[in-house]
Structure formats: C-alpha cells, structure tokens
C-alpha cells in the first residue's frame, strides 16, 4: 500500500488543482472542473460512446505497439547480428523518427488502406523507441559472460540466442512500456485522416461543436488508455524480473 | 552464471552452446560430486559466493575437458569457505582426473593443492621457479600442519619475496 501511497497523492494533487482552476473559471469556460467531466463521463447515453471509441482507438494503439515492437526489435537484432549494418539502421530509425507524427499519418492515409493508417501510424511511433532500447538492451551482456560463451566456442548466433536474447528482455520490454503512449498518439493522429470512430474523431467532433465535457471526457480516456497500456505492460516485466532472479 | 538459468541449466549450459543433446546423467552426477544437487532448481542469485564456484566448476566439468584452467577460482571467498573448496576440489580431483592448472596468490593454497608450483616474478612474467611438492595424495586437513608442508610454504614464500624485491 506505502508504494501506491506517492502515486495517489500525485493523482489527488492534479484532479484537486484541475478541479480547483475549473471551478474559479481561471481559464475560462473551455476549462471545466473536474468533477463536471467525470458527471459527462458516468452519464449513461456517453459512456458507451466513450467506451467504444477507447475500445477501438485502444486495439489500434495495441496492434501498432505489437507490430512497431517486433519490427523494431527484428531491426536491433539484425543490427546486432550483422555489425556493419549497425550505423545505417541507426541512421534509418532516425531519419523515420525525424518525420513528423502528423505527417507520417497524412502520407499513410494517401498510400495505404484506409483502416489501416491508424494502426501503421501507432506502429511508426513506436517503432524508433523500442529499436533505441532493443538496441542498448542487446548490448548489456557482462564480459565475464561473453568470455564464457567464447571459451565454450559459441557461434555468433548462439551468443545471441543463449546470452544476449534473454539478458535483453527487460530492457526491451521497459522499451515497449515507455512507448505505449506514443502508440496511443500514433492510433489518435492516424484516426483523425481517416477514421469515422475512436478517440481521434471524438476529439475533432467535440472541437467543432463546442463540445467540452467530450473533448476533456475524451482526452482523459485516452490518457488513462496510455496509462492502463503502460501499467500492465510494467506488470510483466515486474513478473519476469522475479521470475529470473 | 546466467542469472536467469537454474543451476541445473547453467552445468548443462556447455552442452547446449555446442549443439549436443544434454546429458542429464552427467549433470547431475556433477551437482552431486560438487554438493549443489540439493540446490539444482535454485537461481545464482539465491546462492552464496562459494556455492557459485561449486556451480562454475560442475560446468567446467561437464563436457569432459582434458585440462582445467582455474584463474584464482577462490580469489572472493572467505579464509574458510576457501580452505573447504580446498580440500573438495581434491575430492573432484580424485574422482575425475583432470589435469588443472591453477592461478592463485596463496602460497598455502599452492602447495597444498599442487603438484609443482610454479612461481612467476612480475613484469616481465617469467618463471623462476619450478617446485615439485613431494605431499602425498589424498592431502586432508592433517597436512596443513605437517612440517614438510611448512618448510615448503617458507621456502616459496622466499622465493617470492626474492622476485618481488
């Protein structure tokens, strides 16, 4: 419980300040109290309209992560497998991660299936995160433990697979937990070019109409999506830490 | 050790490295000669610095080396783990027969464990000394307070000095 205890005062703090500067209007009306967007949130004609648009932007943002995750770590391995190939892959991530979210999204919209781009767009923001922390990770292997596998006359590949691999998982997985909410911002971005529903369109259509409530309704489910994502994926790696040591 | 193999996996990690099926015969005779079968589901985390070497030197065991090369094995352990290991590595001496060439800065551990003790000066690493110890096998406890064995420590003992100086 005294762990949690830091975590919830954080939370108290922020959702009193919000509903505190909602209530004394101090940014004026586009800035409702806290409690007001949690009364839009609980009433019965909304919350499934919110629940399905988290549902949908929350399984994009997951099978970007998943994909972007795989082919982030794919390019790790290979620039690890096959060195000279090392400092152009770097240069690719990066020059991918340079491009901008929102362009990255206009350009999918244009080139690929429609239902698609959110979850393409989820994936390329992921995807430089996780190769950044998949590559470091693969390259922690002790010394000790890198002459062991030569004096046992381990292979490249063998190394990979029996030392570098297993010892990488946590750091890869911290990888994919600290870009869980790019994946959310990915799916939204991707969502508003070319999705009728999600958070993406929810958020547009609360803009337009003035719709307050909704827009902050929807800004914090998507910021509890990231959240719960991040949350559980920290589950595993706290699992599997205890289970290797 | 790998941290996140059993002490099991990590003895039969050798066989698994080269591509061969693993014996678990031969593993488990290993824990059981180097006193680790009680903890062979344990992690190397849950074990103490001599028990880790006890793994180390089961693994160094397992696919039937013709030399052992043992770089100050016991170097981090205490005075009595050190002098137990000692004595239990003549044990797995005894029955696996191997010939060992072993770095230690123990004058004690030298004669008491060695055949010849070779002593080496430092930069540049040559030897200068070659002593055959005449100790009968099996070496217990006993032959630490033998007078042979003293005069034998006394005299590397000045010898190293010697180089040293």
Partial sequence: ???????????VAVAAVWELLGRLHVFGTMWPPLSAVLAYVVAPDHHSLLAAAVLRTGGEALAGLAIGSSAAILLASLSVLVPPAATGLGAFASIVNGVPVIAVAGICALTIPRDATPVVVAALA???????????????????????????????????????????????????????????????????FTAERGLGPLL????????????????????????????VLGAVRGTLSARSS | MLPWLSVRDNVALPFRVAGRPVDAVRVDELLALVGMAEFAAARPQQLSGGMRQRVAIARALVLHPRILLLDEPFG?????????????LQRIWSTQRITTVLVTHSIDEAVFLGDRVVVMSPRPGRICRDAPI???????RDVLSDATFHALTDDLSRALDDVTT
């Fill in chain 2, 134 to 140: 005449p100790l009968a096998r099996p070496r217990g």
């Fill in chain 1, 204 to 231: 547009v259509a609360a803009m337009q109409n003035y719709e307050i409530e909704q827009l902050w309704a929807a800004a914090l489910a998507g910021t509890a999506l990231s959240m719960a994502i991040y949350g």
């Fill in chain 2, 76 to 88: 981090a352990l205490d005075a009595v783990t050190r002098r137990q290991l000692n004595i239990e």
């Fill in chain 1, 126 to 192: 992921v995807a430089f995160i996780v190769f950044v922390a998949a590559t470091a990770a693969l390259a922690t292997s002790p010394a000790t433990h890198r002459d062991l596998f030569a004096v046992l006359g381990a292979s490249r590949i063998v190394t990979f697979a029996r030392l570098d691999v297993p010892g990488a998982i946590p750091g890869i997985l911290d990888g994919v937990r600290s870009a869980a909410p790019a994946a959310v911002v990915g799916a939204i971005v991707g969502e508003w």
């Fill in chain 1, 1 to 11: 419980m005294t762990r949690y205890a830091p975590l919830l005062a954080g939370v």
